[in-house]
């Protein structure tokens, strides 16, 4: 069965600085990775996609990610966060077979 | 626009009463998902269905029902069996290549 960690619960990170969210998955197939975004008291919106290629993968509004077969990490970095970049994050893992599997999200407070 | 359209985005309901919550989508996507949403608690699947006239249970689906009678919609209803009723309800469809999924902006449920 597949399953997502997000490590840390919250991320409090000062404005200009980089952040890092981590995320870690267990699956024993081959597997597709996401990034999603909420702001308040709106949906999820897609920040990136890794289904295959490159490990790399870069996103809206600065982000990117890398996927690490071996370490079964999928982390989200920002080289420098904004005050708009306050909001939830959230890992996502699905091998297409089988139902997407959300981790339980973290929430990055941008300090002024 | 493609997307999914969630409404009401606030409802208040008395105890004892039923809700239905709609969410239409113009992405021609088969499947389709209802999730709640408290705080700390991540997504948590109530009902999914993957072509018209058929839906399964999710994890969370005691209290709830659904139909899809329709491609294009997939209502909730929020029974008086549900005995925790007040939380944020998100709506999404998937790509069937990828497993992305693509969310509404949710409807915010308050139970007096």
């Known amino acids: 069965a597949q399953s997502v960690t997000q490590l840390d619960s919250q991320v409090p990170v000062f404005e200009e600085a980089p952040v890092e969210l981590r995320c870690n998955y267990s699956?024993?197939?081959?597997?597709?990775l996401f990034w999603y975004v909420q702001y308040p008291n709106q949906g999820l919106q897609l920040l990136l996609k890794?289904?295959?290629?490159?490990?790399l993968v870069k996103g809206i509004n600065g982000f990117e990610a890398e996927f690490n077969k071996s370490q079964t990490s999928f982390h989200l970095r920002k080289p420098s966060v904004h005050i708009s970049d306050t909001a939830e994050y959230f890992c996502?893992?699905?091998?297409?077979?089988?139902?997407?599997?959300f981790g339980k999200g973290t929430r990055l407070h941008i300090l002024p | 626009d493609g997307g999914i359209t969630q409404s009401p985005k606030y409802l208040f309901r008395k105890e004892g009463q039923n809700v239905t919550l709609s969410c239409e989508q113009n992405?021609?996507?088969?499947?389709m998902y209802w999730y709640r949403q408290d705080p700390g608690q991540g997504l948590r699947l109530i009902y999914y269905?993957?072509?018209?006239?058929?839906?399964q249970k999710g994890d969370i689906a005691e209290g709830y029902s659904v139909s899809r009678e329709k491609k294009e919609s997939f209502p909730l209803t929020v029974t008086s069996a549900q005995k925790n009723p007040t939380a944020f309800y998100l709506c999404?469809?998937?790509?069937?290549?990828?497993?992305?999924?693509?969310f509404g902006e949710g409807s915010r449920l308050t139970v007096l």
């Open positions: 269905s993957q072509i018209v006239n058929d839906f």
């Open positions: 999404a469809s998937s790509n069937p290549n990828t497993g992305e999924l693509f």
């Open positions: 992405l021609n996507h088969d499947a």
């Open positions: 996502a893992v699905t091998n297409r077979d089988d139902k997407i599997i």
């Open positions: 699956s024993s197939v081959s597997v597709y």
């Open positions: 890794y289904l295959s290629g490159s490990t």
